[in-house]
C-alpha cells in the first residue's frame, strides 16, 4: 500500500477516548504509536527539563520519544576563573569524559615505557605535548555538545541557552545570556543541575586555584600541581598528571576515597605513591597568593599544627561538590532542600525522584541519597520520563551499582563496602581475596603489590555475593561482566563454577578461594 494511502486511512480514523495515537514513520518504514494526553493541559509544555547534563537530555529525549511537548533549559555558569562550556553537562565537558582521555593519555605513555622490555626500540627521549592533548579532547567534547543540539532538534525538543526559576510550581522564568527575560509553564518539571565545585573560604582560593571545572580546558601545561584534597577527582587528576609527567602532589586532610573501601581505597593511593605522585597527608591549606605573576604560593598547616609553604604552577581544588540549586527559588515553591549540600530530598509518595512539590522531580547528582554517576542519572531520567507518561511504575535501583575510579591503577567496586558490611552484618560474612599479578606487567616489571581483589559474600549457603572489589589494569572493563551477575544475586559457589579466560585478570575473579579468616596468604602463585 502506498505511504500516501495509509496516511489517508490513518486521518480519518475517529477516538471515542480522551487519548489518541500520534503515528511516525520510523528509519525502516514501519508506522510506531505513541500516547499524546488530549485535550491540552494548558500548559506550554508537558515537561521542562532545567539542566541539560546527561540525565537531563536522557530523560527529555524519552519523554519526547513518547510524543509529548518537551523544554531544556541549559546555562553554565563560567567558574570563578571564567571556564564555560557547552550543553551535555558535568559528564561530557568537565567530568567522565575528557578525564578517561587524558587517563588514557597517561596510560599510553606508560605503555611506551614498557614497549622496550617488549623489544620495541623507542627513543629515550619521547616527547609530549599538552597543547595537542587539549586540542584533541576538546575537539571530542564540542562534538558531542553539536550532537546533543542534533538529538534534540530531532526529537523536536526545544532547547534554550538560558538559566531558569521557578516563579510557582508550574512557572519557570528564563533568562538568556544578554539578560532576555521570557515566561514558560509546564505541567511537570524536572531539577537535573548537577553540582558543581566547592571552594573552601581560604584566602586566595577563589583567585588562584582551578577546578576540574578549568583543568580540562587549560590551554598551558599545568606544571608543577598541587592537587588539594583526596576526593575521586582529586586523584584521578592527579593520577593522570603525573603520569603525563608533571611534578604532582596531593595535600589531604584525612583519608582517601570517603564512602568507598578503605583497604581498597588506601591501596589505590599507595599505588599513586609508588609511581611518583607525591602526598601531604593531614594536612590542611590555610593561605593562597599570588607568586611571580603565574605561580602560587600555598601555605599549608600539618596535623601538628606546623605551617610550611610551597610555590606551585597549578593548585586544583578538589574537595567535593555542592549541587548547583542556588538561585532557581526552589525553596519559595515548597521544595525541600539539604540545607548543607543543596541537594533535593526525594523519595515523597513512594517516588525515589518526586521531591515535596507534587509536579517537581530531581534526578542525577542533585538528588539526596541518589548516586552521583551519569548511567545512574541517565537511568534514572528515562524511568522518570517513563513513569510521567507511559503508565510505568518502575523506580530507578541506586543499589548495586558499580562504578570505577581512573587512577593510575584502576579501582572498581560494586556492592558493599567491608566496612559496611561488617557493620550490617557483622561476623556473617566471608572475605575471599587474592594478590595477583597481571601478564602483562611481568616482562617490564611493573609494580604488582597493589594489584588486589576481594569478594564479600554472606556466609549462609549459597555464600550470596554482596560486594566485589577490584583494584588492577582495566578493571571497569573486568567488573561490568560481574556487576551484572552480582545485580541477579548470584553466589560465590555459582562464581566457582565459572570457567575462567586464561590468561586474564578476570579470571583471578572466578579462582579467589582464600578467606581473610584462614589468615592463608592470598598471593596468587601460579595457575
Known sequence: MALRQIASKISKVQFASSRLCVYQWNVRGVVSASNVQTPDSGYDYDLVVIGG????????????????????????????????????GTCVNVGCIPKKLMHQAALLGEAIKDSRSFGWQVPENVGFSWETLVEGVQNHVKSLNWGHKVQLNDKNVKYMNAKGSLLDEHTIKTVDKKGREKTITAENIVIAVGMRPTHPEIPGAREFCMSSDDIFWRKKPPGKTLCIGASYVSLE????????????????????????????????????????????????PIKFESYAGNHVKVTWEDHESHQHSDVFETVLMAIGRTADTKGLNLENVGVRLNKSTGK????????????????????????????????????????????????????????????????????????????????????????????????????????????????????????????????????????????????????????????????????????????????????????
Open 344 to 527: 533535593i530530598i526525594g523519595k515523597n509518595d513512594g517516588d525515589n525522584e518526586r521531591s515535596s512539590v507534587r509536579n517537581i522531580y530531581a534526578i542525577g547528582d542533585v538528588l539526596e541519597n541518589g548516586l552521583e554517576l551519569t548511567p545512574v542519572a541517565i537511568k534514572a531520567g528515562k524511568l522518570l520520563a517513563k513513569r510521567l507518561f507511559s503508565h510505568s511504575k518502575e523506580q530507578m535501583d541506586y543499589e548495586k551499582v558499580p562504578t570505577t575510579v581512573f587512577t593510575p591503577l584502576e579501582y572498581s567496586c560494586i556492592g558493599l563496602s567491608e566496612e559496611h558490611a561488617l557493620s550490617k552484618y557483622s561476623d556473617h560474612i566471608e572475605i575471599y581475596h587474592a594478590f595477583y599479578k597481571p601478564l602483562e606487567y611481568t616482562i617490564p616489571g611493573r609494580d604488582v603489590k597493589n594489584c588486589y581483589m576481594k569478594l564479600i559474600c554472606l556466609k549462609d549457603r549459597p555464600n550470596k555475593i554482596i560486594g566485589c572489589h577490584i583494584l588492577g589494569p582495566n578493571s571497569g572493563e573486568i567488573l561490568q561482566g560481574f556487576a551484572t551477575a552480582i545485580r541477579a544475586g548470584i553466589s560465590k559457589e555459582q562464581l566457582s563454577k565459572t570457567i575462567g579466560i586464561h590468561p586474564t585478570i578476570a579470571e583471578e575473579v572466578v579462582k579467589l578461594h582464600i578467606t581473610k579468616s584462614s589468615g592463608i596468604d592470598p598471593t596468587v602463585t601460579g595457575c
Open 53 to 88: 547534563g546527561s540525565g537531563g537530555l536522557a530523560c527529555s529525549k524519552e519523554a519526547a520519544d513518547l510524543g509529548k511537548r518537551v523544554a531544556v533549559l541549559d546555562y553554565v555558569e563560567p567558574s570563578p576563573l571564567g571556564t564555560t562550556w557547552g550543553l551535555g
Open 237 to 284: 587528576c592527579a593520577g593522570f598528571l603525573n603520569g603525563l609527567g608533571y611534578d604532582t602532589t596531593v595535600l589531604m586532610r584525612s583519608i582517601p576515597l570517603r564512602g568507598f573501601d578503605q583497604e581498597m581505597a588506601k591501596m589505590t593511593a599507595d599505588h599513586m605513591q609508588t609511581v611518583g605522585t607525591k602526598f601531604l597527608r593531614k594536612c590542611v
